[in-house]
Nanobody, 126 residues
């Protein structure tokens, strides 16, 4: 059974940094061509933040471009999200997700994803 487990969330001040980690267990990491971080703030829709394909193509939401970096360590079946210059509006529950599809027209759209983690909370104070 494939499981995704996020960690690394926490509370930081604006301008700070965090690194989120998502470990994929139970096999299936190599089957997830798209690996993506989503986030959901209270009262808002879940939104895609950063996506990475097996070919190394990245997609970022405009709101995080230049501040967030997505990466994988395939040997460890792990996905990362490096977050710099954090802002209060980055406060949300962050989820990692995987999709088996080899092509997604919109990689940051949540409905295309097959596997989800339980989330890790990020809180940024001003």
């Amino acid at each position: 059974q494939v499981q995704l487990a996020e960690s690394g969330g926490g509370s930081v001040q604006a301008g700070g940094s965090l690194k989120l980690t998502c470990v994929v267990s139970g096999g299936g990491f190599s089957d997830m061509y798209y690996m993506t971080w989503f986030r959901q703030a209270p009262g808002k829709e879940r939104e895609g933040v950063a996506s990475l394909t097996g070919a190394g193509t990245t997609t970022y939401a405009d709101s995080v471009k230049g501040r967030f970096t997505i990466a994988t360590d395939n040997a460890k079946s792990t996905l990362y999200l490096h977050m710099n210059n954090l802002k209060p509006e980055d406060t949300a529950m962050y989820y990692c997700a995987g999709a088996r599809a080899l092509y997604l027209a919109t990689p940051l759209r949540r409905r295309d994803y097959d596997y989800w983690g339980q989330g890790t909370q990020v809180t940024v104070s001003s």
